[in-house]
């Protein structure tokens, strides 16, 4: 992430010429007490393109977080430390990469431009929230330091645009020592500080990693069961066995982060909005409320569930709960009993804890990634069970569509890319397609339709819809790429059809980061069959570069995709992709081909509709702004559950 400060404008400011005199200026503004406004570069991505044509005087900085020093983590000293770094790094580097500039004389600046400024002085995202909190994240992965899916991409970016925000944002999530992404962690410390966690029969030691990044503590749970080969959650045979422990050892240390570690010289204390993510983090609400709040510890905290799946609850045998270090008298939060007909013989009780369900009876609010999942939690088709139970604390349930961590994945500054375009310039687009064509040894054809998968291969994702699908598509001149690993039979599928349309398929099995981004940019369509979608992340980027995407009309899909439209608007068309109904094979290939004539006979109507696409605000400026808001709605209540 980056965030610009705006340090002069439109005449306010303190204004002078060339950018050897850009220091004295900062250093002014700040003398002055003339705030900068941190806001995403996102706002001014359109902007961006305008630095060639540069001009004299630095009104606005954009400075990358990364400057800033490790050495504070307060609220105040995350804004100071990120002015003062630059200041140091300028007059070495007289041009910085990232800095927008604009004349002085308002005469000489544009209308795009005046616009640009007076927007940014007066968003109300440029400012700092009205209430400033400590916010716990706990999560089971967190990019770029662990990522198996979207989760990771959420938790590693939505705590950056809390942090600009002006919160004091701590990260909690286990140290992986996996043998290949273990550098990752090496910008975490140890703190030092060792505590026990008395679970499953037994006091486990954990210790404490940290780095202070982009605004954000980001805090590192070490214990030997997060050191092995594989994903978080396993590895080529299968789910680690002991997750359970795993992630209960998490949540467990997860509550005593804010209490011990003096983060920057100081604790975050007992007055926290914590945010439980998924199943893995389930029993922090749990805790809070059995363990803590009883002691009159966390009184004044509260606990959000965000709920990115609900497909994954951490259903384990009843008899496990005595392991999981919470009151007996509180096993009632977690009881779950399966329905007679899910149960495997007549002696079979169907008695089993759920940590999700005891995150949804013990957190103040819950949160889903989108509305469109906040309601279809709450109906039978796409509650998983708990659909009667999240329909009781639908008055605490809000939808928030994710955004996008514009700084990773945007065309026009993308490291994976051999070129990169903007909406402006889309020549890059083409060389990518190109590039990838080649990459994957298909023939390289301009005009023939791309069309791309990224995900998991399992039911959700619903690669078995595109399998059904494939042998109709391959009758026409297109070309399909997929990406993914999960389902064995599937991944052997995907070789399969390598060889049975040699010219036409691809299917590249495995988790490669690159060539997602690969993908997103060099396709021009991206397929998202999902049965079921919480948000969804592969569409809002594929939309960013100008990819359309075809998805089935569900949760966060149906959310940010607006279907196209050729003749509204007096012909200019609205909508930035497909979306169709019911999930069928037959449904998927008719709006696959109504994308493909479009694509091949209305290249006018695509190009405009690439352009909504790109230009839609997907940043997490704008989610983080509802957080907050839902944040707010957390600390006015009571506690929940005590
Ligand atoms: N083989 C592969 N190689 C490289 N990258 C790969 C990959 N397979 C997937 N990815 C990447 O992983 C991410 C997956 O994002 P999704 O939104 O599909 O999330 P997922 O279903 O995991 O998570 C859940 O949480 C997220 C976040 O809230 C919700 O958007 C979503 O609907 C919900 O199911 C994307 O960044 C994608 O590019």
Known sequence: MAAVQLTSCCGRGVASTGVASSHKRT??????????????????????????????VLVVQ?????????????????????????????PQTPAPENTLT??????????????????????????????????????????PYSKTGGLGDVCGSLPIALAQRGHRVMVVAPRYMNGVTDAMYEGAFDCQCRIPVACFGATHEVAFFHEFRAGVDWVFVDHPSYHRQGTPYGDTRG?????????????????????????????????????????????????LASKYRRHGVYVNSRCILAIHN?????????????????????????????????????????????????????????????????????????????????GSRAAVINGITNGVDVDDWSPSVDRHLPATFTVGDMAGKAECKAALQRELGLPVRPEVPLIGFIGRLDYQKGPDIVQEGLPELMTDDIQVVMLGSGDTEMEKWMKWAE????????????????????????????????????????????????????????????????????????????GTGWIFSPLSKDAMVNSLWGAIFAYRNDKEGWARMQERGMEKD?????????????????????????
């Open 310 to 390: 609900l497909a994954h609850q951490g259903v384990e045998p009843a008899t496990t709960f005595s392991n999981l270090g919470i009151p007996l008298e509180w096993y009632g939060a977690l009881e779950w009993v399966f329905p007679e007909w899910a149960r495997l013989h007549a002696l079979d009780k169907g008695e089993a804890v759920n940590h999700l369900k005891g995150a949804v009876v013990t957190s103040d609010r819950i949160l889903t990634v989108s509305q469109g999942y906040a309601w279809e939690i709450t109906t039978p088709e796409g509650g998983c069970g708990l659909d009667k139970l999240l």
């Open 239 to 287: 789910a680690f066995g002991d997750n359970q422990f795993r992630f209960t050892l998490l949540c467990h240390a997860a509550c005593e982060a804010p209490l011990v570690l003096a983060l920057g010289g100081y604790t975050y204390g007992e007055k926290c909005v914590f945010v439980a993510n998924d199943w893995h983090a389930s029993l922090v609400p749990v805790l």
């Open 499 to 574: 060889t049975q349309y040699r010219e036409k398929f691809r299917g590249w099995v495995g988790f490669s980061v690159p060539v997602a981004h690969r993908i997103t940019a060099g396709c021009d369509i991206l397929l998202m069959p999902s049965r079921f979608e919480p948000c969804g992340l592969n569409q809002l980027y594929a939309m960013r570069y100008g990819t359309i995407p075809v998805a089935h009309a569900t949760g966060g899909l149906r959310d940010t995709i607006e279907n196209y439209n050729p003749d509204a608007n007096n012909g200019e068309g609205s």
């Open 27 to 56: 250093e002014e503004g700040i003398g002055s007490g003339l705030r900068g406004n941190w806001v995403s570069t996102s706002r001014i991505s359109r902007a961006l393109s305008l630095k060639t044509s540069a001009i004299e």
């Open 618 to 642: 997907v940043s997490w400026t704008r989610s983080a702004l509802q957080y907050e808001q839902v944040f707010e709605w957390a600390m006015i209540d009571p506690p929940y559950a005590a």
């Open 62 to 90: 954009v400075t990358p977080l990364k400057a800033v020093s490790s050495s504070s983590s307060s609220r105040n000293g995350v804004w100071c430390s990120a002015v003062e770094s630059s200041i140091g790094a300028w």
């Open 102 to 143: 604009f004349s002085a004389d308002p005469s000489e600046r544009n209308q795009e431009q005046e616009q640009m400024l007076k927007d940014l002085a007066d968003s109300d995202e440029t400012k700092r929230a009205k209430t400033l909190l400590n916010v716990v994240f706990v999560s089971a992965e967190v990019a």
